[in-house]
């Protein structure tokens, strides 16, 4: 399955990019975020899975530029949040989908 071409983190929009071979070999990395750029940017030469994991492992980065948390260790916790999350999503494949349902529903607002 395909990466999405942008995701919505609070309010910016990322665009999500292949990572060229130049940048994965300069950087040894296979996913980054630039933050300033607002650009995710994921190395494609590998399985799906791992694409996925690491899209969602630059999100999560994203994330806490966009809610202004300041960590020392982001990258462990990232690292930490990546594993634990796609393992939730992985093991229970209704989930999002119900939240995302009830989270559009007319009765989330209410007290």
């Avoid at 690292?79 to 999350?85: C, P, Q, V």
Wanted: overall charge negative; aromatic content about 6%.
């Amino acid at each position: 399955m395909k990466l999405p071409s942008r995701v919505i983190v609070g309010s910016m929009t990322y665009t999500i990019e292949d990572m060229s071979q130049d940048m994965h070999e300069l950087s040894g990395a296979v996913g980054l975020c630039d933050k300033t750029q607002l650009t995710i940017h994921v190395y494609p030469k590998m399985a799906p899975a791992k694409q996925w994991s690491t899209l969602w492992h630059e999100i999560l980065h994203s994330m806490f530029e966009e809610s202004s948390i300041d960590v020392k260790d982001e990258e462990d916790i990232v690292g930490s949040l990546e594993r634990i999350m796609c393992s939730v999503f992985r093991d229970n494949p209704t989930l999002l989908k119900n939240l995302t349902k009830v989270l559009r529903g007319k009765d989330y607002n209410r007290p």
